[in-house]
C-alpha cells in the first residue's frame, strides 16, 4: 500500500504507525520511542535524515503482514492463506544476476532470510 509521508504522519499521531515501510528504496522499521523510522542501511532515522517540508508529498510503500479473516473462515474457524514473499531473480545491464523482493533490489544474505520466512509462510499455511 503506498502512502504519503503527510498521511503516515497522521497514522503516527493515531497511534496506527505501520511497523516496516519503504522511502526511496530503503527498508524502516518503526521504532515507538523516537516515533519515527530507523533504516539499517543507511543507519539513519528517516525524519532526522530528510527535511520532512519536502518530503511530505513523497510516497512510501508501506510493508504489512497481516492475517485477514472473512467471515466465513471465522465461522468454520479456518485460518485464510498467508501470501508468500516473491522473490525473483533478475539479469541486469551488465549481465549480473540480482535478487529483487516485491521489485526492491536486496542481497544475498536478505534473499536467504526472505526464503526462511517463505517456509515459516508455508508451514504456518499447511495448518
Avoid at 38 to 50: A, I, Q
Avoid at 57 to 78: G, R
Amino acid at each position: 500500500m503506498k502512502t504519503t509521508i503527510y498521511e503516515l504522519l497522521g497514522m503516527i499521531k493515531d497511534n496506527k504507525a505501520p511497523k516496516t515501510l519503504v522511502f526511496k528504496k530503503d527498508f524502516y522499521e518503526y521504532v515507538s520511542g523516537t516515533r519515527d523510522y530507523y533504516c539499517e542501511t543507511t543507519e539513519e532515522y528517516l525524519f532526522d535524515s530528510y527535511d520532512i517540508l519536502t518530503i511530505l508529498n513523497d510516497e512510501v510503500e508501506i510493508l504489512e503482514t497481516t492475517i485477514t479473516y472473512n467471515q466465513d473462515s471465522i465461522e468454520n474457524n479456518k485460518q485464510d492463506k498467508i501470501e508468500k514473499l516473491e522473490i525473483v531473480q533478475e539479469k541486469n545491464c551488465n549481465n549480473n544476476w540480482k535478487w529483487k523482493l516485491n521489485g526492491y533490489n536486496i542481497s544475498t544474505p536478505q534473499k536467504i532470510m526472505g526464503d526462511k520466512i517463505n517456509e515459516i509462510i508455508e508451514a504456518i499455511n499447511e495448518r
